[in-house]
């Protein structure tokens, strides 16, 4: 079954780093825009960042400067990279190709996701 895998997530201190990865699996990356999104305790999934086939990058306000999503087309991967991070970014990370029409809407069914603990 093709899918997107996340992983790279842990438990970090505050101010502390991550780098997710969404990874392919008889799925290809190349040629689709990828989004992260997250759902955090008590909240619904919401949609963190996007990245375009050409690399172009969106973020949501809250992690704008602290987060960053790249891709690497040859390796069937995107990143999430993660710094300064607060114990408000607790919880678990997804990735998967957004609806071009409506980002917080994703055109495939959810992984696993990856779980981010951020401690105080």
């Known amino acids: 079954q093709a899918q997107l895998v996340e992983s790279g997530g842990g438990l970090v201190q505050a101010g502390g780093s991550l780098r997710l990865s969404c990874t392919g699996s008889?799925?290809?990356?190349?040629?689709?825009?990828i989004a992260w999104y997250r759902q955090l305790p008590g909240q619904q999934r919401e949609f963190v960042a996007r990245?375009?086939?050409?690399?172009?990058?969106l973020y949501i306000d809250s992690v704008r400067k602290r987060f960053s999503i790249s891709r690497d087309d040859a390796k069937n991967v995107v990143f999430l990279q993660m710094g300064t991070l607060r114990p408000e970014d607790t919880g678990v990370y997804y990735c998967n190709v957004p609806s071009p029409s409506n980002w917080n809407r994703p055109l495939n069914s959810w992984g696993r996701g990856t779980q981010v603990t951020v401690s105080s």
């Open positions: 990245v375009g086939r050409d690399g172009s990058a």
């Open positions: 008889g799925f290809i990356v190349n040629g689709n825009a």
